[in-house]
């Protein structure tokens, strides 16, 4: 059974920095793609953050380029999401995600960590 | 980006009627290799979206056949037979042909 289970999330001050983990279990992580996702309260997903399955080509949301970095540690199947310069609207649940197949993007999410960006 | 526009974004149906939820892009996602990476995502409260649906009429392994998924091009239609009543909740679509992926606003459906 597929599992992804993130951890990290918090309060933080404006201007703050935060590091997400994604802890990836039940399938053969470094065949996968993988995304890093949010949905703010009340909205709909918004998706963050891509990462191939070596490492490289990563892309990103316009708005978080340059504060957010994504990575991936294949021999510990982990995944994670390094976030700086952190803004109140960053403030949302972020999810980790599967892409299945290198097409569709995104099967399987995590429970999500909430991430709070406040003074 | 492409625009995803869903309708209606709130749908009241009663136990065991049918469902429909229109999904519109603002482009076509139609990928080069011919094929439409759209799916369709369910979300209860408090819990993540469990995707249903993908390349706009595959089902996920697990999913209930009423559960149903047409469209090509720019339009596309999430259809449930009949309506139980654990498929209360939101439904999104979502494009993965252009980049960045994005969402529809959500159809919230409610047992009338």
């Known amino acids: 059974e597929v599992q992804l289970v993130e951890s990290g999330g918090g309060l933080v001050q404006p201007g703050g920095s935060l590091r997400l983990s994604c802890a990836a279990s039940g399938f053969t992580f470094s065949r996968h793609w993988m995304s890093w996702l949010r949905q703010a309260p009340g909205k709909g997903p918004e998706w963050v953050a891509y990462?191939?399955?070596?490492?490289?080509?990563?892309y990103y949301l316009d708005s978080v380029e340059g504060r957010f970095v994504i990575s991936r540690d294949n021999a510990r199947d982990s995944l994670s999401l390094q976030m700086n310069s952190l803004r109140p609207d960053d403030t949302a649940v972020y999810y980790c995600?599967?892409?299945?197949?290198?097409?569709?993007?995104?099967?399987?999410w995590g429970q999500g960590t909430p991430v709070i960006v406040s003074s | 980006d492409v625009v995803m526009t869903q309708s209606p974004l709130s749908l009241p149906v009663t136990l065991g009627q049918p469902a429909s939820i229109s999904c519109r892009s603002s482009r076509s996602v139609v990928f080069i290799d011919g094929k439409a990476y759209l799916s369709w995502f369910h979300q209860r409260p408090g819990q993540s979206p469990r995707r249903l649906i993908y390349?706009?009429?595959e089902r996920d392994s697990g999913v209930p056949d009423r559960f149903s998924g047409s469209g090509s091009g720019s339009d596309f239609t999430l259809k449930i037979s009949r309506v139980e009543a654990e498929d209360v909740g939101v439904y999104y679509c979502m494009q993965g042909t252009h980049w960045p992926l994005t969402f529809g606003q959500g159809t919230r459906l409610e047992i009338k």
């Open positions: 995600a599967r892409d299945p197949d290198g097409s569709s993007k995104v099967d399987h």
């Open positions: 390349e706009a009429s």
């Open positions: 990462i191939a399955k070596d490492g490289t080509p990563k």
